[in-house]
C-alpha cells in the first residue's frame, strides 16, 4: 500500500486490507498511511522512498564513533563522511552518460511493460497510452502521466517510457535535471579541517557536562537524611565530651586489680605462694646452721645455711 502512486491504488489496497483483516485495517488507519504513501507525496520532490534504508545505514557507520567524547566524535564522523563523499566523488567523475546509472536501472525494469503499451497520439503534445486494459494520459513536454508515477520519481514511468519507445527518442532527455550525471557530480564536496588548536575562538558562554537525568522510582534514602537537619538561624550545638571508661575497684581493699568479687581468691593466691612458710612433707631432709630442717612430724624450717642429710 506504501507503494500506491495514485489514490485509486490507495483505495484498492486498502479495500484488500480491509478485507484480509480488520484488525490490521484498524492498525493501518491508526498509523496515518496518508503521512508515508506515496500518492500523497508532496510533488516536486522526486523521491520516492518509503523506508529508512539510509538512516539505519549512517548509524552502522558511526556505531564506533559514538564511543569518545563529543569533540572527537564530531570529528571521527565528519572524517568519515569526508572518505565517503570522495570515493563517491571519484566514482560520479567516472561515469560516462547523461544520466546516473541508477537511471539505467529503473528504465531497464520499466522496458518489459513499456514494450507492451499501446500508443495514441494527440494534440498539444499529449498521449494516450493502454496497458493491461486501464488508460492514462502522458504529455512529455510537461514530464507528467496520470498515473503519477513519473511526477513522483523524476523518471519516465513505463507509460510515458512506452511512448518514447514508440516515438524512438533517447529517454534521458526526458529524466529530471536531479538525475543527470553533472548534478550528481556537483553533490560532493567537502573541504579538509584543520586541528583544533587553529580553531577560531568565540565569546560565548563555556560548555559543561548536563547534569544526570533523574531517574525514575523513589529515592534512595541514606543515614544522612535521616538525621535532623538544623534550621538556618538555629544556634550550633557544642557537642559533649566522650565519657571515659569507668575504671573499677574493689570494694573492700579498693585495688583496681580486682572488684569485691574476687577479693578472697586473689588474698588466698597470695597466701599460697609463700605467706606462712610451713610445708607440710613426709620426707626425711634436714638442714643444719640454720637452713632447712625436718623432723619426724614433717614440719619444714626455713632458715639460712647449707644442707645436710641425716
Same mark, same amino acid.
Given at each position: 500500500?506504501?507503494?500506491?502512486?495514485?489514490?485509486?491504488?490507495?483505495?484498492?489496497?486498502?479495500?484488500?486490507?480491509?478485507?484480509?483483516?480488520?484488525?490490521?485495517?484498524?492498525?493501518?488507519?491508526?498509523?496515518?498511511?496518508?503521512?508515508?504513501?506515496?500518492?500523497?507525496?508532496?510533488?516536486?520532490?522526486?523521491?520516492?522512498?518509503?523506508?529508512?534504508?539510509?538512516?539505519?545505514?549512517?548509524?552502522?557507520?558511526?556505531?564506533?564513533?559514538?564511543?569518545? /567524547?563529543?569533540?572527537?566524535?564530531?570529528?571521527?564522523?565528519?572524517?568519515?563522511?569526508?572518505?565517503?563523499?570522495?570515493?563517491?566523488?571519484?566514482?560520479?567523475?567516472?561515469?560516462?552518460?547523461?544520466?546516473?546509472?541508477?537511471?539505467?536501472?529503473?528504465?531497464?525494469?520499466?522496458?518489459?511493460?513499456?514494450?507492451?503499451?499501446?500508443?495514441?497520439?494527440?494534440?498539444?503534445?499529449?498521449?494516450?497510452? +493502454?496497458?493491461?486494459?486501464?488508460?492514462?494520459?502522458?504529455?512529455?513536454?510537461?514530464?507528467?502521466?496520470?498515473?503519477?508515477?513519473?511526477?513522483?520519481?523524476?523518471?519516465? #514511468?513505463?507509460?510515458?517510457?512506452?511512448?518514447?519507445?514508440?516515438?524512438?527518442?533517447?529517454?534521458?532527455?526526458?529524466?529530471?535535471?536531479? %538525475?543527470?550525471?553533472?548534478?550528481?557530480?556537483?553533490?560532493?564536496?567537502? +573541504?579538509?579541517?584543520?586541528?583544533?588548536?587553529?580553531? /577560531? +575562538?568565540?565569546?560565548?558562554?563555556?560548555?559543561?557536562?548536563?547534569?544526570?537525568?533523574?531517574?525514575?522510582?523513589?529515592?534512595?534514602?541514606?543515614?544522612?537524611?535521616?538525621?535532623?537537619? /538544623? #534550621?538556618?538561624?538555629?544556634?550550633?550545638?557544642?557537642?559533649?565530651?566522650?565519657?571515659?571508661?569507668?575504671?573499677?575497684?574493689?570494694?573492700?581493699?579498693?585495688?583496681?586489680?580486682?572488684?569485691?568479687? %574476687?577479693?578472697?581468691?586473689?588474698?588466698?593466691?597470695?597466701?599460697?605462694?609463700?605467706?606462712?612458710?610451713?610445708?607440710?612433707?613426709?620426707?626425711?631432709?634436714?638442714?643444719?646452721?640454720?637452713?632447712?630442717?625436718?623432723?619426724?612430724?614433717?614440719?619444714?624450717?626455713?632458715?639460712?645455711?647449707?644442707?645436710?642429710?641425716?
Amino acid at each position: 500500500m506504501a507503494w500506491s502512486y495514485n489514490a485509486k491504488q490507495f483505495g484498492e489496497r486498502l479495500e484488500r486490507i480491509h478485507a484480509y483483516d480488520i484488525g490490521v485495517y484498524d492498525d493501518v488507519m491508526k498509523a496515518k498511511p496518508k503521512s508515508w504513501c506515496r500518492a500523497f507525496y508532496k510533488m516536486g520532490s522526486y523521491c520516492e522512498d518509503v523506508d529508512n534504508n539510509f538512516t539505519e545505514s549512517f548509524n552502522k557507520t558511526i556505531n564506533k564513533a559514538r564511543e569518545k /567524547p563529543f569533540m572527537a566524535m564530531l570529528e571521527t564522523v565528519r572524517r568519515l563522511a569526508m572518505v565517503q563523499i570522495a570515493k563517491r566523488s571519484a566514482l560520479s567523475h567516472s561515469h560516462k552518460g547523461l544520466c546516473t546509472p541508477y537511471v539505467a536501472k529503473f528504465l531497464a525494469k520499466e522496458h518489459e511493460k513499456a514494450s507492451e503499451c499501446q500508443v495514441y497520439p494527440s494534440t498539444n503534445g499529449c498521449f494516450e497510452v +493502454t496497458l493491461d486494459g486501464d488508460k492514462h494520459r502522458v504529455c512529455l513536454q510537461n514530464m507528467t502521466c496520470t498515473c503519477k508515477k513519473y511526477q513522483i520519481c523524476g523518471i519516465p #514511468c513505463e507509460h510515458a517510457y512506452g511512448v518514447i519507445l514508440k516515438r524512438t527518442l533517447n529517454a534521458d532527455d526526458y529524466v529530471c535535471q536531479w %538525475f543527470r550525471t553533472a548534478m550528481w557530480r556537483l553533490n560532493y564536496g567537502i +573541504t579538509p579541517q584543520r586541528g583544533a588548536r587553529h580553531w /577560531p +575562538t568565540t565569546l560565548g558562554d563555556d560548555v559543561y557536562v548536563p547534569p544526570e537525568p533523574l531517574q525514575p522510582g523513589r529515592n534512595k534514602i541514606t543515614k544522612e537524611d535521616k538525621k535532623r537537619k /538544623p #534550621c538556618v538561624n538555629e544556634s550550633p550545638v557544642k557537642k559533649k565530651p566522650k565519657h571515659k571508661k569507668r575504671i573499677m575497684h574493689c570494694g573492700i581493699c579498693g585495688s583496681d586489680q580486682h572488684n569485691r568479687r %574476687f577479693h578472697h581468691k586473689k588474698n588466698q593466691t597470695q597466701a599460697s605462694q609463700g605467706g606462712g612458710g610451713e610445708i607440710v612433707q613426709g620426707g626425711g631432709l634436714s638442714q643444719d646452721d640454720g637452713g632447712l630442717s625436718q623432723s619426724a612430724g614433717g614440719e619444714v624450717v626455713q632458715g639460712g645455711g647449707g644442707l645436710s642429710q641425716d
